[in-house]
């Protein structure tokens, strides 16, 4: 099974139709393909978390239903961004998880339909029971344990003994369910699973980190505290010493996946004389009779307990603080990548809009000189100052017209007073004894329609433009026309002796 399904596109399709975003961003998240959900959309959906005008129960309410699923990969991949959503989107988010009194109810998931169906469905029961145990921390201490203060001054170091007492078994619950996926190398053979393995690396880190500090608190404290309070740090401090084991197998299987040797921490257990000390301690305060150790051997045992741990919580917040890095690092790089595409896209919208700004613009002048050509024939057309009476009502001769200025070479036609642009092709000697009216108006319709080619030209020069049913010109030195073809610049050319003789005696 690979790629997104039909389902997964008509689910999009519907969702793009009625408008809803966040749904169509949530079924694109957790589509039918075998692999990690996509950083766009989750990006999308943390942005959405950190809007005040998005229905975060809507978006939870959203994932819910999509882990109804019968298909391991879409709940699989639901439940993934509902971490990933936790872990990097706004408070309130998880705050409404831990509002609600059930989450996810999938403890008898089973997906019998897919090749993998029945090894994934044993890591979703696993991995729906630590998103729950997650929520239910938060609604237990009002405060995810991977994002708190640490250090020397942070909330785990600061806090009161009554309350260390209390929240330390809340982590611990938490850790445990964390540790409870039990993956093995060779079973993170898809992407899907692999993703979920990684956020959960993540959590486990910041996570041990919270926990190591207060047990550091603990062991303080714990000289000072009464016999009740010793009685239940002794048996914390025991269960930490179980988890750190089994932290360290969860690690090195994060080591045998390929995840970075720098992102893995290195874990500094305590003297096991420190736990002899807190027992002779804890029997004394009992009544039993114990070899109790002297003061400075006491507070030299508890020294090196908490240097050791000390060390491994350096470990641990260096870890976690190289992966935020990490993770900035990448994100800035890629906020640059989409900076830089924005601007190659800008780059190229600009110049597609100055090629549809000047095509329009030709297109604007190829209409208005079509418009003005066709309503008003005359008014495209060049002035001319002919003399027709010398042309038609006037007696002349060759020995009365002395050739000048004006006149052609045989002194008996005028020529047109006109600014010359283009050379005129040559006309065909007229076979007639009379200059009809009909050539005259022939050739003010092939000037208009000169006049009309000229626009197009000045639109584009490499455009050729022929209206439906129109012969196109081909020229040549063999090419007549019966009609007359006029430009701008109109000239006729000397007609021959016989033609001249015919003309001379009109009158």
């Not at 108006?441 to 209206?467: I, K, P, Y």
């Amino acid at each position: 099974m690979s790629g997104q399904s039909i389902t997964d596109r008509i689910a999009a399709a519907q969702h793009s139709m009625t408008g809803s975003a966040i749904s169509k961003a949530v079924c694109k998240a957790t589509t039918h393909e075998v692999s990690g959900p996509k950083k766009k959309h989750l990006d999308y959906l943390i942005y959405c978390t950190n809007e005040m005008n998005v229905n975060v129960p809507q978006l939870a309410d959203t994932l819910f239903e999509r882990t109804t699923n019968s298909s391991w990969v879409v709940v699989f991949k639901a439940l993934i961004t509902t971490h990933h959503i936790m872990m990097y989107g706004n408070e309130r988010f998880i705050q409404y998880l831990a509002s609600r009194n059930t989450l996810f109810n999938l403890n008898n998931f089973l997906d019998k339909g897919a090749l993998q169906g029945y090894d994934m469905s044993t890591f979703i029961r696993r991995y729906s029971r630590y998103l729950n145990e997650k929520a239910l921390s938060y609604r237990l201490v009002a405060v995810d344990f991977t994002k708190m203060k640490r250090g020397i001054d942070g909330v785990m170091r600061t806090m009161n003994t009554e309350k260390l007492i209390k929240t330390l078994p809340i982590i611990q619950n938490q850790l445990d369910a964390l540790l409870d996926f039990q993956a093995k190398p060779n079973e993170l053979t898809n992407g899907v699973i692999n993703a979920a393995f990684m956020l959960l690396f993540k959590d486990s880190i910041r996570l041990f980190a919270a926990y190591n500090e207060g047990v550091i608190n603990l062991l303080e404290k714990y000289f000072d505290m009464k016999k009740n309070q010793c009685k239940d740090a002794l048996d914390i401090y025991k269960k930490f010493l179980y988890r750190m084991t089994k932290l360290s197998e969860f690690l090195k299987v994060a080591e045998q996946v390929g995840i970075d040797q720098g992102d893995i921490p290195d874990l500094t257990q305590a003297p096991s004389s420190l736990l002899e000390a807190l027992e002779q301690h804890l029997a004394s305060l009992e009544g039993k009779k114990t070899k109790e150790l002297s003061a400075d051997n006491r507070a030299n045992t508890l020294s090196n307990a908490v240097s050791s741990l000390s060390n491994t919580g350096m470990s641990f917040s260096f870890s976690s603080s190289r992966m935020d890095e990490k993770e900035k690092q990448q994100a800035l790089e890629e906020e640059q990548a989409r900076l830089q595409a924005l601007k190659n896209q800008s780059k190229w919208w600009q110049l597609a809009r100055k090629k549809v700004m000047y095509t329009s613009m030709c297109m604007c002048v190829l209409l208005s000189g079509l418009e003005s050509s066709t309503l008003h024939p005359m008014a495209s057309m060049p002035t001319m100052n002919v003399d027709f009476d010398a042309v038609f009502g006037t007696k002349a001769s060759n020995s009365d017209v002395k050739p000048s200025a004006g006149y052609d070479a045989l002194g008996d036609l005028l020529k047109p007073t006109v600014t010359v642009h283009t050379q005129a092709p040559v006309m065909a000697p007229h076979t007639g004894s009379k200059l009809l009216a009909s050539d005259l108006d022939s050739s003010l319709a092939n000037l208009v329609g000169s006049e009309l080619s000229l626009h197009v030209f000045a639109c584009r020069s490499d455009m050729q433009w022929t209206q439906p049913g129109e012969k196109k010109l081909t020229g040549g030195t063999n090419w007549q026309s019966k009609t007359m073809s006029s430009t701008t610049a109109w000239s006729p050319a000397p007609l021959p002796p016989a033609a001249m003789a015919s003309l001379v005696n009109i009158s």
